[in-house]
């Protein structure tokens, strides 16, 4: 019986990613994470620090795959709206959460607990919390959408903890086939053959510049470990035909 396919969508949230000061971090992580446990990563979006931006991508995303996974926006500043957008978006309160709020006083004496930083105690009725060992502040859970921070290692630290609580499918299986001295252009077709002789599989051509001179790797993707073998012998042997006709090794 073939296992579920599980799939997730990113929704990264903040000005200061759009308008490029700051440089994201938190998307390739998350999807050689989500890719490594079962997970398939099928989209991603950025959106400004907008209400009415966020509450219509968590709606559209959320309805659209198993999991979707938010960073950004949950900290104490005014521009942190995320959990109040996120409320709006289940149509459920807000309010501060007396677990936060205990989480919360762990790291900070009374003095230090100021209006602002209470703030990061706000949360969605109805959502669990999500564990922060890095600066104690959480994130939560509410359905299907995990809200998370947008610094890296905090980020990190969340998904370590969300991971478990997720339900995963099969693994993909990756094969790279390198095709050195052949340009794409000369195996494009040859390739695009295979393709369409191996429709189960995904196969990418993926051309990069190295200390050693130009390089081309060729690879094949399936959760099917033996179409994902069948594929990538067809590409070598397309390969191979090539250099027979004359192409340089």
Excluded at 62 to 81: E, Q, V
Excluded at 130 to 136: A, D, M, R, T, Y
Excluded at 232 to 242: I, S, Y
Aim: proline share 6%; charged share 25%.
């Amino acid at each position: 019986m073939a296992e579920k396919t599980v799939t997730a969508a990113i929704l990264v949230i903040g000005d200061e990613i759009l308008s490029g000061r700051t440089k994201d971090k938190n998307i390739g992580y998350i999807a050689e994470y989500l890719t490594a446990i079962g997970v398939d990563l099928r989209e991603v979006r950025v959106v400004p620090d907008v209400e009415e931006e966020i509450v219509g991508a968590v709606n559209a995303l959320r309805t659209r795959y198993t999991y979707l996974f938010t960073t950004g926006g949950i900290g104490p500043t005014h521009d942190d709206i995320t959990a109040d957008a996120v409320a709006k978006a289940f149509g459920v309160a807000i309010d501060h959460d007396p677990r936060a709020v205990a989480i919360l006083r762990e790291r900070y004496s009374a003095e230090e607990l100021t209006e602002a930083r209470l703030r990061m105690a706000r949360i969605p009725a109805g959502a669990d919390l999500v564990e922060n060992p890095v600066s104690k502040a959480p994130g939560f859970r509410i359905g299907n959408t995990f809200v998370m921070a947008g610094v890296p290692s905090i980020m990190q630290a969340m998904l370590d903890n969300i991971a478990p609580t997720l339900e995963t499918g099969a693994r993909m299986v990756v094969e790279t086939v390198e095709a050195p001295g052949i340009p794409e252009g000369i195996y494009a077709a040859a390739l695009g053959d295979v393709a369409k002789a191996h429709p189960g599989v995904s196969i990418g051509s993926y051309p990069s510049f190295t200390a050693g001179g130009f390089r081309n790797q060729i690879v094949v993707r399936s959760k099917d470990p033996a179409a994902v073998a069948a594929a990538a012998e067809a590409v070598r042997g397309a390969l191979e035909r090539l250099r027979g006709d004359g192409v340089p090794a």
